[in-house]
């Protein structure tokens, strides 16, 4: 199995705080990806990074910045949390680009 | 925009085989398939790229229609471990390893 991990698995937070998920890699992989996923919509991408202090926008970006500093970090920051942005979040990985993406287990955010 | 997958759902018995259908708006360049559980996170099939090259798994094959922007994955002689969501990714702009994933088609194998 690839060495993915993210944290918080579980998170609870109220409306207006600012709240930060952690994706950690042992692979060295170039490529990483934050994704939401809600019943209905499936995968949707929020933002990736092709390389350290190398990011873009995904296709629901509104609400969320990530920074990645270290090859194995991709930190995605929600700076005011909403009820909107109750999901569970995926990071993944993948290298090279364009070969398998590889998923962390996921964190269950949960916006009171 | 979000590819369209279909069916959105589909029961099978034990042996019976299935295909899943993804298509597109725009052109494609390559497509993923994976495969998710209940409570877990999804797991990589197959990629299909541009040109015919395939990777992935020996029991399950794909096929990639550049233009029909399409793609569909052929589940033979299925197992109650196929059980699951299946989602396609789609990359429509060459290079960037953007992938825009499909709502998912949800396949229940019974015994």
């Known amino acids: 199995d690839a060495g993915i991990t993210q944290s918080p698995r579980h998170k609870v937070t109220e409306t207006g705080t600012p709240v930060t998920l952690r994706c950690h890699q042992t692979?060295?992989?170039?490529?990483m990806y934050w994704y939401r996923q809600d019943p209905g919509h499936g995968l949707r991408l929020i933002h990736y990074s092709y390389g350290v202090k190398d990011t873009d926008k995904g296709e629901v970006s509104d609400g969320y910045s990530v920074s990645r500093s270290k090859t194995e970090d991709f930190l995605l920051t929600l700076e005011s949390a909403t009820s909107s942005q109750t999901s569970v979040y995926f990071c993944a990985i993948s290298a090279p680009p364009g070969y398998e993406q590889y998923f962390g287990p996921g964190t269950r955010l949960t916006v009171t | 925009q979000q590819p369209v997958q279909s069916p959105q759902a589909v029961i099978l018995r034990e042996g019976e085989d299935a295909v899943i259908n993804c298509s597109s708006s725009k052109a494609l360049y390559s497509v993923h398939w994976y495969r998710q559980k209940h409570g877990e996170a999804p797991v990589f099939l197959m990629i299909l790229l541009k040109g015919g090259e395939q990777k992935g798994h020996e029991k399950i094959s794909a096929s990639f229609n550049e233009k029909k922007q399409q793609s569909s994955l052929y589940l033979t002689a299925s197992q109650l471990s196929y059980s699951g969501t299946y989602f396609c990714?789609?990359?429509?702009?060459?290079?960037?390893?953007?992938?825009?994933f499909g709502t998912g088609t949800r396949l229940k194998v019974l015994a």
């Open positions: 990714g789609t990359e429509t702009t060459s290079g960037t390893y953007k992938y825009i």
């Open positions: 692979e060295n992989h170039r490529y």
